[in-house]
């Protein structure tokens, strides 16, 4: 399934390095100012070779994720979510720099945590032309921790810009504050061992239809009719919490490009 998870998000980044890691935030001594905005998407695009259009039953499920802590099912989803590494900008100890957000009235001094490593390899040169620290770099975090604190206003995660076009933002939207898409494809979704199906989750669009590609070349069939589809980031997460044991099981699939950045980076 989508080469097993992307090998199980490289065995889970190699057991995260085999060593532990510090989550303590260092402040930025220059924050940086950011202005937080939304959009509603208008109507569906068309998305490379597929339709895009989020389905109607997830658009009746709630997005309030601080309810979903407490739900007996959140452990699992967290270690599902967990796989997928996230970016920030860090010192030489790994701790995640902070940055100052306005939204509206308020002012927040929070860490920025971005879903694709090419975002925030932009940022690290940005923060090291305005204020460079001994060791800046970046490092992966496990999703399931930022979107812990991302429910409790205590990170921003940062979708990347051309995802959040692909799912309906306008091209002049700022993708900090957007939520984060997600992109599948219902025809794709494969049985576990339990006989349960699981549908794979993209952060990436081209993913997604890479792996239409595969299923096809595989299993046969018209790519027209493979329909991929769009809901985000909290809606996925709700529909798992909610979810009765017998539905649908989703699989979060990192992007290629996060996976290819972390073994490039073991390899070295």
């Known amino acids: 399934m989508v080469i097993d998870g992307l090998l199980a998000a490289l065995s889970f980044w190699i057991s995260f390095f085999s060593q532990p890691k510090t989550m303590a935030v260092y402040t930025f001594i220059a ?107 970046i490092n992966p975090y496990p999703l399931g921790d930022i979107f812990e604190m991302w429910a409790k206003d205590s990170a921003v995660l940062v979708p990347n810009k051309n995802a959040i076009i692909q799912a309906g933002a306008p091209p002049t939207a700022n993708a900090i504050g957007q939520k984060v898409p997600l992109f599948a494809c219902m025809e794709i979704a494969q049985e576990n061992e339990e006989g349960k199906p699981v549908l794979p989750l993209f952060f990436e669009l081209e993913d997604a239809n890479d792996a239409v590609k595969q299923a096809v070349s595989s299993d046969g069939g018209n790519e027209k009719d493979f329909e991929v589809v769009c809901l985000n980031l909290p809606e996925a997460v709700s529909l798992l919490a909610n979810g009765a044991k017998e539905s649908t099981a989703f699989n979060f699939i990192p992007p290629t490009s996060s996976i290819r950045h972390i073994q490039d980076y073991l390899s070295s």
């Open 31 to 137: 924050l940086m100012i950011c202005s937080v905005q939304s959009f509603s998407p208008g109507k569906a695009a068309l998305l490379a070779h597929h339709r895009h259009r989020p389905p109607p039953s997830l658009l009746k499920q709630s997005s309030k994720p601080n309810e979903l802590f407490d739900s007996p099912g959140w452990e699992s989803i967290k270690l599902e979510l967990d796989q997928v590494p996230v970016f920030s900008v860090a010192n030489a100890e790994g701790q995640p720099i902070k940055y100052r957000i306005e939204k509206k009235d308020e002012t927040f001094e929070v860490p920025l945590f971005y879903t694709h490593v090419s975002d925030a390899l932009v940022e690290l040169e940005k923060a090291k032309d305005s204020n460079p620290l001994p060791g800046m770099d």
